[in-house]
């Protein structure tokens, strides 16, 4: 994990990098980002990407503040498989096309 700071037209937000090299489960996915984006209600944060959307878009539980999130070595993460069977990785790159809240990065 990394933080630094960015100017977006004439102010500055803070990166949060998350590194999601060797991640083989969502348990491990969402403690990288609650350990790199420390919110203060991490014990409230569903760990779970609607719980995510609802982080990021409505500023709900694990809310990280304003700030750019960049999740790096995502590809090692395309076996992560949700409920529906369905790719952890497209449904995280999904959320990250339609955020408006809060800039993320997937590299």
Do not use: H
């Amino acid at each position: 994990m990394t933080t630094g700071q960015d100017d977006i037209l004439g102010g500055s937000v803070k990166t949060i990098v998350i590194d999601c090299a060797g991640v083989k489960e969502a348990g491990e996915f969402w403690q990288r980002y609650l350990d790199a984006a420390q919110p203060a209600d991490a014990g409230l944060f569903g760990r779970n990407l609607d719980a995510f959307w609802d982080t990021v878009e409505g500023g709900g539980p694990g809310w990280p503040g304003p700030v750019r999130l960049v999740f790096t070595n995502t590809g090692q993460m395309n076996s992560l498989r949700i409920l529906n069977g369905g790719s952890f990785l497209e449904k995280l790159q999904q959320i990250a096309d339609e955020a408006t809240r809060i800039d993320i990065e997937l590299t």
